[in-house]
């Protein structure tokens, strides 16, 4: 189980409202122990860079089984539309963070703009 705000967690309705007003808080509203106790049921604190590390380690599975990044645009690995997501990383290239782009580029045959 991984304890995400947005993910709807079935037989868990009442927790999940309780999950997402402590996702979106202030860390700095928490104690040490609190933060501690979070951390240790694998507790998100971004969502948004959870997911994208997500992506980019199907992204690596992918490049390790095939060896190469030419993603199908419709191709999925382990329940993410990789396709789509390799496809919008390379339209953003400007708004990727250094480290973001270093990880990127650091693939075997990643490419910023590709033909066909």
């Known amino acids: 189980m991984q304890a995400a705000a947005g993910i709807q967690m079935t037989g ?15 860390r700095s ?32 599975r992918y490049v390790a089984k095939e060896g190469h990044c030419r993603v ?10 990789l396709g789509t997501w390799v496809r919008h990383q390379r ?9 973001r782009a270093a990880k990127l580029e650091g693939l075997p045959g990643w490419e910023w703009a590709t033909t066909g």
């Not at 868990?12 to 202030?26: D, L, R």
């Not at 951390?39 to 994208?52: K, M, Y």
């Not at 199908?72 to 539309?81: A, L, N, S, V």
């Not at 339209?91 to 480290?99: I, K, L």
Request: a negative charge.
């Open 91 to 99: 339209g953003d290239e400007r708004s990727h963070s250094p480290e």
């Open 12 to 26: 868990e309705s009442v927790i999940n409202p309780w999950v997402s007003s402590q996702a979106y808080s202030s």
């Open 72 to 81: 199908p645009y419709d191709h999925r690995e382990d329940g993410i539309g």
């Open 29 to 60: 509203g928490l104690s040490d122990q609190q933060i501690e106790r979070l951390e240790t049921v694998l507790w998100v604190w971004n969502g948004r860079d959870a997911l994208w590390e997500d992506c980019f380690e199907a992204l690596k």
